[in-house]
């Protein structure tokens, strides 16, 4: 399927006063865990595994957005420009796989109540052996269909969620190699739930393991209007495929992937429409810090396509 790339920046530039990454220490105290002959354990300092041996075996974990990302911290409701991003190590398996983004779900006591009022949803069926592509599910059952399938040995999936507007999502799957612009199908997003079913690999029986790090990122944002217009910085084109330039000086320039990791810096005295190359860059999303001549610094999403 052919990839979707679209505008991540939100309707005004974000002005960043602050940034909090907080760690989601995947360890089964953590979590609610609902179990149909099936269950989890902790393997390691950080790994969750999960097991559902065959035969229908279903086992889910539901897990609530906290301030500090463990139970009862105070609960925190995913806000524009947060950012979600879990990684899962898996084969394929005969049953289901996956995670969903939940809205204060009214239960949370069967394999069913997975989805209990899910904003989306991402899925690796196994379809008692066919082993379709992931599937991203949302707004009422749309499904958006990834290039990306399970393996026949263990890989890691890293899926990030960022909420871009009160009912859209980005849903990104291994930093970019796919992504998907969706319309959430419930706001207001206060958890997650992980499961699996029937790890049946079509050889063996095999666990999947919730690895670290998981994080949530809060996106503390100030106002435009606290800034005046003659502040506002702005990048064109957005999206780009080689270069863009910005429409005021600068100091300096970082541009950071969607991992947190830098990859790109300019330092100097820039003059307004100052031409910044990205063709080297890899298609995808990307974090530009901005510094002006007063050090005032300003963070906006370039998309590269």
């Excluded at 790090?213 to 910085?233: H, P």
Aim: aromatic residues 12%; contains cysteine.
């Amino acid at each position: 399927m052919k990839k979707i790339y679209t505008l991540l920046f939100l309707c005004t530039t974000l002005y960043l006063n602050a940034q909090t990454t907080v760690n989601y220490s995947q360890r089964q105290e953590n979590y609610q865990i609902v179990a149909n002959g099936a269950g989890v354990y902790d393997d390691g300092t950080e790994n969750l595994g999960m097991w559902a041996n065959y035969d229908a075996k279903e086992v889910v974990g539901f897990r609530n957005f906290t301030e500090t990302g463990l139970p009862g911290g105070t609960a925190s409701t995913m806000a524009i420009g947060d950012s979600f991003t879990i990684t899962l190590s898996a084969t394929r398996a005969y049953g289901q796989i996956g995670v969903a983004l939940l809205s204060s779900p009214t239960s949370t006591a069967t394999w069913l109540d997975r989805h209990n009022n899910y904003a989306v949803q991402v899925n690796m069926n196994g379809n008692g052996g066919s082993y379709d592509p992931i599937e991203v599910v949302s707004n009422a059952g749309t499904v958006n269909v990834s290039t990306i399938s399970g393996s026949t040995t263990y890989a890691d999936f890293k899926f990030t969620f960022t909420l871009q507007t009160a009912t859209t999502m980005l849903v990104s799957i291994n930093d970019g190699a796919d992504s998907f612009a969706i319309t959430l199908n419930n706001t207001n997003i206060t958890g997650y739930s992980i499961y699996l079913a029937d790890d049946w690999n079509g050889s063996a029986n095999a666990n999947i393991y919730w690895k670290p790090t998981s994080e949530y990122v809060y996106a503390t944002t100030l106002s435009a209007s606290e800034f005046s217009q003659e502040q506002l910085v702005s990048l064109a084109p957005n999206p780009t495929n080689n270069s863009f330039k910005i429409n005021k000086e600068i100091s300096n320039l970082k541009i950071f992937d969607i991992t947190g990791k830098l990859v790109k810096t300019f330092s100097g005295d820039y003059t307004q429409n100052t031409n910044f190359s990205v063709s080297d860059l890899s298609k995808g999303i990307y974090l530009v810090k901005i510094k002006n001549m007063s050090g005032q610094i300003s963070t906006t999403k370039l998309v590269k396509i």
